[in-house]
């Protein structure tokens, strides 16, 4: 076969979106079956199974934050609300994302909300750019720092998206969005 023709670590983890989005479990072997390669090549190529989910959802946690910022037209922490709000019904009403949560919820949680898995860190510093910016153009004036608020809505985002793991209740972006507003007026 020639070498342009080979699976690669790319080829792993859009297969790994696809079947997360189908909604399908991440199963290796299945993955490396797929692919036409052994398991240990997969494993070397992606890590774990852990590493390979934290990437699949954060590549499609990027790629929504960016969708829904081009989407909003709101300035100042309107924005941030708006944002926000909007990612988080993205990810609540996720296919891929309800069958995890609801077969994996714990494990999802460990994943995406512990610091040394990598995505926590990297969504808070994603809200952190979205609150630099607006404070940056003079919309946003806020009496703390700025990475503190921006840890806090990335708990909330978590509260709200396993909300039912937590509390049993059905999750709800629109009832983070009055709290979101609370945060930054």
Do not use: C
């Amino acid at each position: 076969m020639p070498a342009a023709l080979r699976p690669a670590a790319p080829d792993a983890l859009r297969l790994a979106k696809r079947r997360f989005l189908a909604p399908e479990r991440i199963d290796m072997s299945a993955l490396a079956a797929e692919l036409g390669v052994n398991r240990v090549t997969l494993y070397r190529w992606v890590g774990s199974r852990d590493q390979l989910l934290v990437e699949v959802i954060w590549s499609m946690a990027r790629r929504t934050l960016d969708d829904v910022e081009a989407a909003v037209t709101e300035r100042g922490s309107e924005r941030i609300v708006q944002i926000v709000t909007r990612f988080l019904e993205a990810v609540i009403t996720n296919a891929g994302m309800q069958r995890w949560l609801a077969e994996e919820g714990e494990h999802a949680m460990r994943l995406l909300t512990r610091h040394d898995t990598d995505f926590q860190p990297r969504l808070i510093g994603a809200v952190l750019d979205l609150l630099t910016e607006e404070r940056d153009a003079g919309r946003l004036d806020l009496p703390v720092e700025l990475p503190e608020v921006a840890y806090v809505i990335v708990r909330l985002i978590e509260s709200y998206t396993y909300m039912d793991l937590i509390t049993g209740e059905q999750p709800d972006a629109g009832r983070a969005e009055p709290v979101l507003r609370m945060l930054l007026r």
